[in-house]
């Protein structure tokens, strides 16, 4: 007969620069209802199954990052609930699969979900803010099932051109998508 | 579902922790050390205000005089504060002990204060304070400064929030006249010379509240076994599962994300190893947030 095992892993959070915003504003909104995991930092291709035992073994000693405070890539990898037995996990399409725009130009992209569904939609964050302006952050599903998103480039945003990236997060399913988002110079102040 | 609910009733504590911190003070250097500052002011004094480093600043006595009576005393004529032990009697002169916020913190613990004081060449006398039993006005709660050898000598007002006692009174017949002339002094350490109020030394315990909240966050058998991670996918055009993980899915969690009902990420907590979960286990984290 062994011991039961009643251990609970004690674990430290530290807010995020937006729960830090939210806590600022003392109006409510910074109040936790939900959460998610994550697996950021694993990589399932050092499953060795050519092992007879342990053939995760060089997963579970991967070391561990100390949290991060900058909300867009503190959680990238949400661990989703399937039934046993799926084949496929959710799959954003986005549409155009990237862009390029003139410098002031506004871009608007299409996101719908395969193989799940997002029924609470659509979560978008812009990596460089100098680059594109999100007008949405959060975009609901219409009767099709796709949400949109529109960016606002040059003087709308930072007045920057270059390239950055537009992380797009399905809310139910947790499924990302990247979309580079290149604004040329041309018609930028010199 | 990638994001699940918290039964806020069953899976959530909130506390409130209290930190407590004792302070003694008995030298000039200790005094700087810790950002207390004392001074002696006149309503009409021409000098400026010494900080607690020493450096004397541009502000006017007269000024830091007129804002303790208005702001500590409501006082309207700005130039007069009432004599402690009375409050019918007014005066023009106080000492005053400044403690930094970064000393403080949330606030000074009531009933916590002891200071030895020398009064030229009289017996030292110890003051201690007596917090009010209700809270009655507009700067928070506040306390009568005392002889500790006889309570009914109110020598001053403490307020706890920001860490300020002002010595604006003491009875003259027990030897503990806070309102001597300004020149005579009010400064930290040992040794007061004829005229001079001298701190021997001050205690008190400094308070700093922090709210805690432990979040259970679990993971039954049937959840979280799949994963969005890149590596965990064969073919990302058809997100496909890969192989390895189809007979018997396993993830391995190391981030904890905390969000709000507008599925904003506002606390994250991360585990050392990655732990593992399957349809054969279930896992529930404690994830403590103080803020």
Sequence with gaps: MAFLDSSTAVIDAILTRKGRELLARNDGSFQITKFAFGDDEINYQLYDATKSTDQDADILNLPVLEPISNENVALLYRLITLPRGSLKIANLQISPTSGTVGYGTNLTINVSTDNGEDSQGYAATVRDTDIGVLTNTTSAPDVNGEGVFTIRTGANAGGKAGQTIVDITGINSGARKEFTLTVSASGAAA | ?291
């Excluded at chain 2, 009375?86 to 403080?104: E, F, K, L």
Aim: charged letters at 15%; glycine letters at 8%; a neutral charge.
């Design chain 2, 1 to 291: 579902m990638s994001i699940n609910n918290y039964d806020l009733g069953r899976d959530v504590i909130n506390t409130e922790v209290l930190t407590k911190t004792n302070y003694e003070i008995t030298s000039a250097t200790a005094a700087q050390e810790r950002s207390l500052n004392s001074f002696v002011m006149e309503a009409t004094s021409t000098g400026f205000l010494v900080n607690a480093k020493g450096t004397t600043t541009s502000t006017p006595l007269s000024a830091a005089f007129r804002n303790i009576s208005n702001y500590f005393f409501s006082s309207s004529a700005a130039n007069r504060i009432p004599v402690a032990q009375n409050n019918v009697a007014t005066t023009g002169i106080s000492r005053v002990i400044t403690i930094g916020r970064t000393t403080v913190d949330d606030s000074i613990l009531s009933g916590s204060v002891t200071g030895t004081f020398s009064f030229g060449t009289q017996a030292n006398k110890v003051i201690i304070d007596q917090p009010e039993q209700s809270i009655s006005g507009a700067v928070g709660r506040k306390g009568d400064l005392v002889e500790k050898a006889d309570t009914t000598n109110i020598v001053g007002t403490i307020f706890y929030d920001s860490g300020t006692m002002v010595f604006h009174g003491g009875d003259y017949s027990r030897d503990t006249n806070f309102l001597i002339d300004s020149a005579s002094g009010f400064t930290f350490g040992p040794g007061a010379t004829a005229g001079n109020v001298a701190i021997n030394n001050i205690s008190f315990i400094s308070l700093n509240m922090l709210k805690r909240s432990v979040f259970f966050t679990r993971a039954f058998n049937q959840e979280f076994n799949y994963s969005n991670n890149p590596t965990a996918i064969a073919n990302a055009s058809l997100g496909s599962i890969s192989s390895n993980l189809t007979g018997m899915p396993t993830s391995f969690i190391t981030t904890i994300g905390l969000y709000n009902n507008s599925n904003e990420l506002v606390a994250v907590a991360k585990t050392a190893p990655p732990v593992k979960k399957n349809f054969d286990t279930e896992k529930v984290f404690a994830v403590r947030l103080q803020y």
